[in-house]
């Protein structure tokens, strides 16, 4: 998460920067869904591919899907962790903030 030291060395984070970072980790999870989705075994239907080639391909490319799905959900796993740790320090930072107003 990016986040920086003020003078006080109180931990300080960047809305603007965790949102950018949040839209670079959905841009990413997309291509990942379209590399999956274009590589799918499935389509190995054609009838010009046949025997050892087409059985081994399939194989390749399932293997490909999976790591893919896997960083997908890994994605999806880091963003989980962004939004509640952005969350969690935007919460703390509203009740500071009114503490310090209700002194």
Do not use: H, W
């Amino acid at each position: 998460m990016s986040e920086s030291s003020d003078s006080s060395r109180t931990i300080v984070i960047d809305e603007i920067i965790v949102m950018s970072e949040r839209s670079s980790i959905q841009a990413a999870q997309r291509k990942l869904s379209e590399a999956r989705k274009l590589l799918y075994p499935g389509k190995l239907a054609d009838d010009r591919m046949f025997g050892a080639t087409r059985d081994v391909l399939g194989e390749l490319l399932e293997k490909i899907c999976k790591e893919l799905r896997d960083r997908e959900t890994r994605c999806d796993e880091i963003l989980n962790i962004i939004n509640r740790e952005f969350t969690t320090f935007r919460d703390i930072d509203i009740k500071q903030s009114n503490q310090i107003r209700g002194s």
